[in-house]
């Protein structure tokens, strides 16, 4: 990526970044996060009690690169049709009509998305993954760029389902939602005073696409993609990469797509931050949010109070994280 199109980029996503803050107070990790799923073209799955500006967040964001917004609340009398779209009959005509259901959408808000059964749940499968739905053996694109953020609430787990294994692989970070400091909570209820700015569109999808092709041309250093590789064959088989009382605590650990994703991630993150190439910290600042939803715990990790989080900070820690190379070999590489 050459320095010209490396500052446009940074200017605009600082442009769209703006944008939001000045409707959405606080949240600032999390923001960052949706906007790393957006260049990297991956869905988010996110975790936090309500009234935390998921929605607003999302919503607001839809409007500053003017795309199309969909918003689906999960119950659980929902069917498929109702979120990929189903076939009708026109008695008039005769004749059979599609109607498209709402995830025909930029982005797609899936509100408490385990407050559905797992068959509807299921709906989302082939469109997080091929951005595509079918309907009686016909295939229709979702626009693009297309991306799921689904929310959880913790807190309430009657009448909920839990997400098919399938699907949380598919989502490329799960993101945890904490709330807000004193002096945030201060400023939101000042704002709620008042009627809500609307944000101004700031940039286009076409230009969002652009964005997502120039963030695959970020360079990644191949001792970043090895270290990929080490972290996640560390939660496959603990014993191989000496990490021996880690086993018992791990059903199954992360698929390929959580290597992809680290990948995918660390590119987005390091354009962000303005560079043409990403670094170890790019990655690491990722690996949380990339595999706290894929590591399966057992029953004794469970029992013991261990979480996700508790074991991947002791695989990090056991993972060195490879050198930093100097500025001007990223340069020469890329």
Request: hydrophobic share 45%; charged share 20%; net charge negative.
């Amino acid at each position: 990526m050459n320095t010209t199109t490396r500052d446009s980029a940074a200017t605009l996503m600082e442009q769209v970044l703006f944008e939001v803050k000045r409707i959405v107070v606080g949240q600032d990790r999390f923001l960052e996060r949706v906007m790393v799923a957006l260049l990297a073209e991956g869905h988010l799955l996110v975790e936090g009690v309500p009234g935390l500006a998921k929605t607003l967040t999302v919503k607001t964001l839809s409007q500053a690169v003017q795309g199309a917004f969909k918003r689906i609340q999960f119950t659980p009398d929902l069917v498929p049709a109702d979120l990929v779209g189903t076939r009708m009959y026109n008695q008039k005509t005769g004749e059979f009509s599609t109607a498209l259901g709402p995830v025909f959408a930029n982005l797609l808000l899936a509100d408490e998305i385990n407050r559905a059964p797992a068959k509807v749940q299921s709906a989302l499968l082939e469109v997080m993954q091929e951005r595509q739905v079918t309907i009686a053996g016909e295939s229709h694109r979702v626009p693009s760029p297309f991306v799921v953020l689904a929310t959880q609430n913790p807190v309430e787990t009657e009448g909920t389902y839990p997400l098919p294994e399938a699907q949380v692989d598919r989502f490329m970070m799960k993101v945890m939602v904490d709330y807000p400091s004193d002096e945030e909570e201060f400023v939101i209820v000042q704002r709620a005073m008042h009627p809500p700015p609307p944000a101004g569109p700031v940039a286009t999808t076409a230009q969002l696409a652009e964005l997502q092709a120039a963030c695959r041309r970020v360079y990644i250093d191949p001792s970043l993609l090895q270290y990929a590789v080490r972290l996640v064959a560390a939660t496959r088989r603990p014993e191989a990469s000496g990490l021996k009382d880690f086993a018992h605590l791990v059903n199954y650990g992360a698929s390929p797509r959580a290597t992809i994703n680290l990948a995918e991630g660390a590119r987005a993150l390091a354009m962000m931050r303005g560079r043409g190439y990403a670094l170890p910290e790019d990655m690491a600042d990722l690996v949380p949010d990339v595999f706290r939803h894929r590591l399966a715990l057992s029953y004794e990790a469970l029992a013991e109070g261990i979480t996700a989080d508790d074991l991947i900070g002791r695989l990090m820690a056991h993972v060195p994280t490879p050198p930093k190379p100097l500025h001007h070999e990223y340069q020469r590489a890329a």
